[in-house]
Every structure is written in C-alpha cells, then in structure tokens.
C-alpha cells in the first residue's frame, strides 16, 4: 500500500495495491498492520456508508465533539467525490490548514482523518456511495456542524451551488461554534 502524507499533521493518503487479472481485481481494503505501519493506532469500532444521488451535494463540514471525537478512514466505492479536512486543533503545526483528497472508485484511495478534523466532501458525479471507519460511536449529543463556506476556514469546494442539508444550511461559522480541540501532538 502507498502511504502519503498530506499539508495536515496526521491526515494520510492509503492508495491499496490492486490485482487484476481477465476475471476483474482483488485489493486489500483494510489491514491493521499496515495502518500502524502508517502511525496509525486508531482502532476503528463503526462503519457507515452513505449515499448521495446527485453530484454537486456536500455533506459537512462535521465533527464530534469530546470525548466522543472520530478519527476516520474514509473511502468512496461508487463514484468520485472532493474529500476535505480541516485542522482545527488548537496547538497543531497546521491549525487553520484544509487538505482536498479526490477519492473515487477508480482510484481507490483512502483517507484518513485524525480526530479533531472537521470533515466534508462534495460529490463529483451523480450516484455516490461512500465508506468510512471511525474510532468512536456516533453520539447526537456531540455531533456538530461548521458552516461549509466559513470564510475563516477559506476551503475551496469546486461548487458554485451546492445541495445541502438544513443542517449544513444552518451551521455556525467556527467562530460562534462550540467546536474546540486541543492539539495532541
């Protein structure tokens, strides 16, 4: 598996190694040993899948607040979508910072986003299904949203009108947001 890391301190790329023949390919999506080869530690607990009809839908940008923060692993099986990360862990040597991971079924990439991230992706295609880990159960208590085009954060998505949710539509700038973590290092 090819590993790289991003402009956000603990945010990776995973691009599996596939093997095909006449009859399709074969590809190892998940192995723990690899991720600790990669630093990461995070053992995953739950995975959720969503899907998204039409191209142009955002989802984001989320997190979970402590102590119920996710770390994911996240992948696209159907389609091709614009992954973003937010760093917005006080400390951090990349506060402040986003990363665009285009994941697809095609290329078959996975990203992995530290806890303390706030996460989102715009869809590239109509007919999106998306997979991803996380290190910790989904609380509604702590589940919160930051407005996708918070000008503080600066992210660029590629969509001039994207579909959103009402929750997304109602999101907070960070700034008046609940939203705080603390870098770990």
Sequence with gaps: MDIKKTQIDGAIVLTPKVFGDNRGWFMESYSKRTLEEAGIF???IQDNRSFSAEK???RGLHCQTEPMAQAKLLTCLKGEILDIAVDIRKGSPTYMKWVGVKLSEENK???YIPAGCLHGFVTL???VEVM???NNFYSPEND???R???PALGVEWGVANPILSQKDLNAPLLKDSDVEFIYKG
């Design 42 to 44: 995070d053992e995953f």
């Design 56 to 58: 142009g839908t955002l």
């Design 109 to 111: 990439k996975m990203f």
């Design 125 to 127: 295609t109509d007919n």
């Design 132 to 134: 991803y880990k996380v």
């Design 144 to 146: 919160r949203s930051v």
């Design 148 to 150: 996708f085009d918070d």
